[in-house]
């Protein structure tokens, strides 16, 4: 197939560090490309692939040194995008809305994976209007607060089996990754282990956003002997960190859509001990993939019950279910569905809805 990949410019693809929507998007665009499809990856110019590139602006908005307005970028970049539309048999955004009211007039098919939380405001008022346009979750639980939308698959997030080596050994400590920011939960997580005296090791950013957070919650704790903040780190670094842990805290506090690290460490081998939020519980396997609890007492309690997880079969439920093979075919079949559909049906309009809802076709 002619597959037309179109990522966010706020990070490059892969992102150097923090960046989990640009990561899965290199990870599929690379595994669309070894399976032999004709691909083409738009993305910011520093960006790497073995994919035709088509870059509109030179550097991702995190690397670069100018400020910029991320919404004029993303037109420009949607623009392009557009010009090049008939060259492919279907385009896939993973850039939100923005290309919802453009797209109604191409005629080429497209996909839309929504990858960030649904409960905003406004975004129903957006889904009903463009209710022909077929979109992809990433979890079931990420479709609650839109019910209505055009759903056409749920696809889990997956990574290559190969990028996180398996450690059949538990190490001395903690990991935690992400943000620095209240839904991540680092506080709750310095928490429980302190409670249970194992060290904590905190690869995080800090976002602007978050500064005030950081420095007022989080930052007080970090001179703590148990707790040592180790700064963003990238993919090796990462991976080094996963395997090497005990366990993986992830006390998140906001509906999380997927939760791509869950899945990382669950490929070292490396139990996560994750609230009961958002995609969780269908990430997560309690007592093979780790355990999911309800606040910091039920997590500590969990702490002495790590030595019953196999870390083997924690590995092999990763392979079974999270594999960027499994993601990339499950993508496929949605784009061959789309594409007959398309042949087989008038020119899309606001009142003809494609109405398939079924996660994975089921």
Not at 40 to 69: E, M
Not at 78 to 88: H, K
Not at 282 to 302: C, K, R
Request: with cysteine; aromatic share 8%; proline share 7%.
């Amino acid at each position: 197939m002619r597959i037309a990949q179109v990522a966010p410019l706020t990070e490059s693809v892969p992102p150097k560090t923090y960046g989990g929507i640009e990561r899965v998007v290199h990870y599929l665009t690379e595994e669309l490309v070894a399976m032999g499809h004709e691909v083409t990856l738009f993305a910011s110019g520093d960006s790497q692939t073995s994919a035709r590139h088509v870059a509109v602006i030179p550097k991702s908005s995190r690397n670069s040194d100018q400020l910029h307005d991320p919404v004029i970028r993303q037109l420009c970049q949607l623009m392009e995008v557009v010009r090049m539309a008939s060259q492919f048999d279907i385009v896939h955004f993973h850039t939100d809305y923005l290309h919802l009211p453009v797209w109604r007039s191409v005629s080429t098919p497209m996909l839309t994976t929504l990858h960030g939380r649904l409960d905003m405001p406004d975004l129903d008022t957006m889904f009903e209007e463009f209710l022909e346009m077929p979109v992809v979750s990433i979890s079931n639980a990420q479709r609650r607060p839109l019910p209505h939308a055009n759903w056409f698959s749920t696809v889990y997030n997956g990574t290559p089996s190969g990028t996180h080596q398996f450690n059949r050994e538990p190490g001395e400590y903690f990991a935690f990754l992400g943000r620095f920011c209240p839904e991540k939960g680092p506080v709750d997580a310095i928490e429980i282990a302190k409670r249970v005296g194992v060290p904590l090791k905190m690869a995080a950013k800090v976002d602007r956003v978050d500064r005030e957070y950081f420095v007022d919650q989080v930052k007080p704790h970090l001179e703590h002997p148990l707790i040592e903040y180790i700064g963003e780190v990238n993919e090796q670094e990462k991976s080094e960190l996963l395997r090497g842990a005990r366990a993986l805290l992830f006390p998140i506090a906001w509906p999380e859509p997927f939760g791509l690290v869950m899945i990382e460490s669950m490929a070292c081998g490396t139990p996560v001990i994750a609230f009961r939020q958002g995609s969780v519980e269908e990430v997560m396997q309690d007592g093979v993939s780790g355990f999911v609890v309800n606040d910091v007492d039920e997590a500590v309690a969990a702490v002495g019950q790590l030595p019953t997880i196999d870390r083997q079969a924690c590995r092999q439920y990763f392979e079974d279910h999270f594999s960027v093979r499994r993601m990339t075919e499950a993508y496929l079949d949605v784009y061959h569905a789309l594409t007959q559909f398309s042949e087989n049906r008038p020119a899309a309009n606001a009142a003809d809805p494609l109405t398939r809802s079924s996660p994975n076709h089921e």
